[in-house]
């Protein structure tokens, strides 16, 4: 029996003193050549498989396991989230009048992105090991783009071999990158370094066409960095929409698109046992259809369970990768409901381990229905309401859920959050900029829009109301997708300016309209429906200057 360790073969071109050196590969020859990554030093590990990141992760990262259901399950270390606040766009003359410059999008000069991207760089090169995956962002073959990515962590690797559309090996022949990560989120940056809040930093260079991660080891960084390339590329360059939802496609070809922020049900109400899923997060519209972006799924796991998301908790299995759970060190069985290190548990997973995905994930037509789901804690907002193309731009500017008490720390009633596009962190471009082509797009194929709160009803979450039955929410989904809502009798929702249907098969008639169901006094609703409305002025201020006086207009009034 021959034993072999794990990759002391083959994977490293160091070579005895006076021992003629192999040639070099062709991502080796360009990485030496573009970053001076250190061919003669580094391992760098091209296009591993599933099998030898699982041995490299268990022999070589701390916090690795393989957990009873076959999914490695990995540990990214002190931050177990998004670090907003440290993601910075080179401002730099190709791309510096199209960015949204703000809070979002803070700017870096290419001076200190020199300095970050070397540092990146000299600490790939310490490593004894690197890996390189390439792969797709993009289903639509005429507008993918090419993605390397350059990290020293095999449970990163693994992440985006995931969540990238994964190339034939023919297609890996001469591979060209249009955009490369360098994920050196082990190595912290220099937090003295001008312009730097902390010693993360998550950059874009658009010019350079590259990402540098310092300081952060949290992998979906590098997913949500290339959904920001999406929503600069697609639009500024092809004229195509960038979307922050799920979609679905029904057995007619009607496709429907789910947009929400966390806890809204977007995940949920888009897994339909009778609906063919194209995507769970990141979609783009052309002129053909709507395609998805990413080859693969990126799960909540808290509270997970076999009965509640049965498709979820077996695509669990040997290639995904389990973020930050807890586990039993004797049976490897994962306690999806243990928090201890973070409320936001993930897993990654290939899409194709949803058993009703669309392959490849690009629709056969035009979205039929824009679905934006809001968790209205106030109590206000109705069951669904259908939208003009004013209403839904500004809704969709505004992004509007609440934040449910317990869900964080310090959160004791219902709070009100807004997010733009529904995916204010990943813009890349003024939110009107997207809204305007989102309307353009619905009024040219005919799409209906409508507004659905998953939240609650008779009064807020914090003084007794109760959550508007799921059953209820899938009976209105029904009838959005068989046509019946469209043709319902309408009437006017005051203050939030909001056309509410009178009846809905499956729904009984009092709730779809809040103000009939409120528990408490005529006066108190009327208080309550001014406090949210005053909420969304004052959020949608931030937009104004960028939005026409009719998306305006279509927002509450007081």
Same mark, same amino acid.
């Given at each position: 029996?021959?034993?072999?360790?794990?990759?002391?073969?083959?994977?490293?071109?160091?070579?005895?003193?006076?021992?003629?050196?192999?040639?070099?590969?062709?991502?080796?020859?360009?990485?030496?050549?573009?970053?001076?990554?250190?061919?003669?030093?580094?391992?760098?590990?091209?296009?591993?498989?599933?099998?030898?990141?699982?041995?490299?992760?268990?022999?070589?990262?701390?916090?690795?396991?393989?957990?009873?259901?076959?999914?490695?399950?990995?540990?990214?270390?002190?931050?177990?989230?998004?670090?907003?606040?440290?993601?910075?766009?080179?401002?730099?003359?190709?791309?510096?009048?199209?960015?949204?410059?703000?809070?979002?999008?803070?700017?870096?000069?290419?001076?200190?992105?020199?300095?970050?991207?070397?540092?990146?760089?000299?600490?790939?090169?310490?490593?004894?090991?690197?890996?390189?995956?390439?792969?797709?962002?993009?289903?639509?073959?005429?507008?993918?783009?090419?993605?390397?990515?350059?990290?020293?962590?095999?449970?990163?690797?693994?992440?985006?071999?995931?969540?990238?559309?994964?190339?034939?090996?023919?297609?890996?022949?001469?591979?060209?990158?249009?955009?490369?990560?360098?994920?050196?989120?082990?190595?912290?940056?220099?937090?003295?370094?001008?312009?730097?809040?902390?010693?993360?930093?998550?950059?874009?260079?658009?010019?350079? %066409?590259?990402? /540098?991660?310092?300081?952060?080891?949290? &992998?979906?960084?590098? !997913?949500? @960095?290339?959904? +920001?390339?999406? =929503?600069?590329?697609?639009?500024? %360059?092809?004229? /195509?929409?960038?979307?922050?939802?799920? &979609?679905?496609?029904? !057995?007619? @070809?009607?496709? +429907?698109?789910? =947009?929400?922020?966390?806890?809204?049900?977007?995940?949920?109400?888009?897994?339909?046992?009778?609906?063919?899923?194209?995507?769970?997060?990141?979609?783009?519209?052309?002129?053909?259809?709507?395609?998805?972006?990413?080859?693969?799924?990126?799960?909540?796991?808290?509270?997970?369970?076999?009965?509640?998301?049965?498709?979820?908790?077996?695509?669990?299995?040997?290639?995904?990768?389990?973020?930050?759970?807890?586990?039993?060190?004797?049976?490897?069985?994962?306690?999806?409901?243990?928090?201890?290190?973070?409320?936001?548990?993930?897993?990654?997973?290939?899409?194709?381990?949803?058993?009703?995905?669309?392959?490849?994930?690009?629709?056969?037509?035009?979205?039929?229905?824009?679905?934006?789901?809001?968790?209205?804690?106030?109590?206000?907002?109705?069951?669904?309401?259908?939208?003009?193309?004013?209403?839904?731009?500004?809704?969709?500017?505004?992004?509007?859920?609440?934040?449910?008490?317990?869900?964080?720390?310090?959160?004791?009633?219902?709070?009100?959050?807004?997010?733009?596009?529904?995916?204010?962190?990943?813009?890349?471009?003024?939110?009107?900029?997207?809204?305007?082509?989102?309307?353009?797009?619905?009024?040219?194929?005919?799409?209906?829009?409508?507004?659905?709160?998953?939240?609650?009803?008779?009064?807020?979450?914090?003084?007794?109301?109760?959550?508007?039955?799921?059953?209820?929410?899938?009976?209105?989904?029904?009838?959005?997708?068989?046509?019946?809502?469209?043709?319902?009798?309408?009437?006017?929702?005051?203050?939030?300016?909001?056309?509410?249907?009178?009846?809905?098969?499956?729904?009984?008639?009092?709730?779809?309209?809040?103000?009939?169901?409120?528990?408490?006094?005529?006066?108190?609703?009327?208080?309550?429906?001014?406090?949210?409305?005053?909420?969304?002025?004052?959020?949608?201020?931030?937009?104004?200057?960028?939005?026409?006086?009719?998306?305006?207009?279509?927002?509450?009034?007081?």
């Amino acid at each position: 029996m021959v034993s072999i360790t794990p990759h002391s073969v083959n994977r490293t071109s160091l070579h005895p003193h006076g021992v003629q050196p192999r040639e070099h590969t062709e991502i080796e020859e360009a990485l030496h050549e573009r970053a001076h990554i250190d061919y003669d030093r580094v391992a760098i590990i091209q296009h591993p498989s599933v099998a030898a990141l699982y041995e490299d992760a268990l022999v070589y990262e701390t916090g690795t396991a393989i957990t009873s259901s076959g999914a490695l399950t990995a540990y990214s270390g002190t931050k177990t989230g998004r670090s907003p606040g440290d993601k910075r766009i080179v401002e730099e003359p190709s791309s510096k009048d199209e960015i949204w410059w703000g809070p979002v999008n803070k700017p870096m000069s290419p001076e200190v992105w020199r300095i970050n991207r070397e540092r990146a760089v000299d600490y790939l090169n310490t490593r004894n090991r690197i890996y390189v995956v390439d792969g797709f962002a993009g289903w639509d073959e005429r507008y993918r783009i090419n993605v390397r990515v350059v990290c020293a962590r095999a449970y990163h690797a693994l992440f985006m071999r995931n969540m990238l559309i994964r190339p034939k090996p023919e297609e890996l022949v001469h591979f060209e990158p249009d955009y490369t990560i360098y994920n050196a989120g082990s190595f912290p940056a220099n937090r003295w370094t001008t312009g730097m809040t902390s010693s993360t930093s998550v950059a874009i260079n658009f010019a350079e %066409k590259e990402m /540098v991660i310092l300081g952060t080891e949290y &992998a979906g960084e590098m !997913k949500k @960095g290339i959904f +920001t390339v999406l =929503f600069y590329e697609m639009p500024v %360059k092809h004229n /195509v929409l960038t979307l922050h939802s799920s &979609a679905n496609q029904g !057995k007619n @070809g009607d496709v +429907t698109l789910f =947009f929400g922020l966390s806890g809204t049900g977007k995940t949920t109400l888009s897994a339909d046992p009778n609906r063919a899923l194209i995507g769970d997060d990141e979609h783009c519209w052309t002129d053909a259809g709507v395609f998805n972006i990413e080859g693969g799924c990126y799960a909540k796991c808290v509270g997970l369970s076999a009965e509640k998301e049965p498709d979820i908790y077996n695509a669990i299995r040997f290639g995904s990768v389990l973020e930050n759970v807890v586990f039993n060190p004797e049976t490897r069985e994962v306690d999806y409901d243990d928090v201890t290190l973070t409320e936001n548990t993930r897993c990654a997973y290939p899409i194709e381990y949803i058993p009703n995905v669309k392959l490849p994930c690009i629709s056969d037509g035009h979205p039929n229905n824009l679905i934006l789901l809001t968790c209205d804690g106030s109590g206000i907002l109705p069951p669904v309401s259908k939208l003009t193309p004013e209403t839904v731009s500004y809704h969709f500017i505004s992004g509007y859920t609440s934040k449910m008490s317990g869900t964080e720390d310090g959160v004791t009633e219902p709070t009100a959050t807004f997010s733009a596009c529904f995916g204010q962190p990943f813009l890349a471009l003024h939110p009107m900029r997207y809204a305007k082509m989102l309307a353009e797009k619905i009024q040219e194929h005919g799409a209906n829009a409508w507004l659905i709160n998953t939240g609650w009803t008779g009064q807020s979450q914090a003084t007794g109301g109760k959550r508007c039955p799921l059953k209820y929410t899938r009976a209105i989904l029904d009838a959005i997708h068989s046509g019946e809502l469209a043709k319902a009798e309408y009437e006017n929702y005051p203050i939030f300016n909001l056309a509410i249907p009178k009846s809905c098969p499956g729904v009984p008639s009092q709730i779809l309209n809040p103000k009939g169901v409120w528990k408490a006094s005529e006066e108190n609703y009327l208080d309550e429906a001014k406090k949210l409305a005053l909420k969304f002025q004052e959020n949608f201020k931030k937009y104004q200057d960028g939005v026409t006086k009719e998306v305006i207009a279509a927002g509450p009034q007081i």
